[in-house]
């Protein structure tokens, strides 16, 4: 069982940055893959970003990719999504999540997830 608490979250402007943090309870956080995921009313909850489980391996989504920055402290069981340069089109709930364990691969659907965290809300104003 693994318990995920966001933070991080806040208003900023277009063109600022934000640091999400993602932190773990439990045992064997280094063991899981882990994502982000955002959702915006009436939408789907998307795919953001994903690390595996050693943090050898990233994955973004094409609007992100060169702005944010997925990164994990398996000592500090947290796991971070640094954004930067962002844009109105970034405002949603981020949602950190905890997939499968021991996998080298990253994990982009919503579905193979296992535990999710509670959201941050992410507002970038114009």
């Known amino acids: 069982q693994v318990q995920l608490v966001e933070s991080g979250g806040g208003l900023v402007q277009a063109g600022g940055s934000l640091r999400l943090s993602c932190a773990a309870s439990?045992?064997?956080?280094?063991?899981?893959?882990m994502g982000w995921f955002r959702q915006t009313p009436g939408k789907e909850r998307e795919f953001v970003a994903a690390i595996s489980w050693g943090g050898s391996s990233t994955s973004y989504t094409d609007s992100v990719k060169g702005r944010f920055t997925i990164s994990r402290d398996n000592a500090k069981n947290t796991v971070y999504l640094q954004m930067n340069s962002l844009k109105p089109e970034d405002t949603a709930v981020y949602y950190c999540?905890?997939?499968?364990?021991?996998?080298?691969?990253?994990?982009?659907?919503?579905?193979?997830?296992?535990?999710w965290g509670q959201g941050t809300q992410v507002t970038v104003s114009s």
């Open positions: 439990g045992r064997a956080f280094g063991s899981y893959a």
């Open positions: 999540a905890a997939g499968p364990r021991y996998t080298g691969v990253v994990i982009t659907t919503a579905t193979s997830y296992n535990y």
